[in-house]
């Protein structure tokens, strides 16, 4: 009941939304958790007002997205992706929106 209670507490100002959480248990009963940002397919339907992915990926695209969105989205999700740089999150998040339907207009922004 003591984690309800907190976890509503924590994601008060996110209604709705899908959040990962990782809790540590303690022997003595006691837990930490943290509450980490939505996936990124999620947010990938979100922006595109898509209720799922395409079924075949790479015959039939359901919608698109702009570099720009990619990168709202990378940003937000950089803490908890694994790379370092903002263009390599950036290719993740295009990725996992080519696997699921959704074509990237535009090409890659470089930064020079």
Do not use: H
């Not at 009963?29 to 990124?40: E, H, M």
């Not at 990926?57 to 694994?82: C, F, G, H």
């Not at 790379?83 to 696997?99: D, H, I, P, Y």
């Amino acid at each position: 009941m003591e984690f309800c209670k907190q976890f509503n507490a924590r994601t008060q100002d996110k209604p709705g939304k899908i959040l990962p959480v990782v809790i540590t248990y303690y022997a003595d009963k006691s837990f930490d958790f943290i509450v980490k940002t939505p996936p990124v397919a999620i947010q990938l339907l979100e922006a595109t007002k898509q209720k799922s992915g395409s079924a075949e990926p790479n015959r039939k695209k359901v919608a698109e997205i702009t570099w720009d969105q990619v990168k709202t989205i990378a940003e937000d999700k950089m803490v908890d992706l694994n790379c370092f740089t903002l263009e390599a999150a950036m290719k993740m998040v295009a990725g996992t929106a080519r696997s699921m339907g959704i074509a990237v207009k535009g090409t890659f922004p470089v930064n020079n």
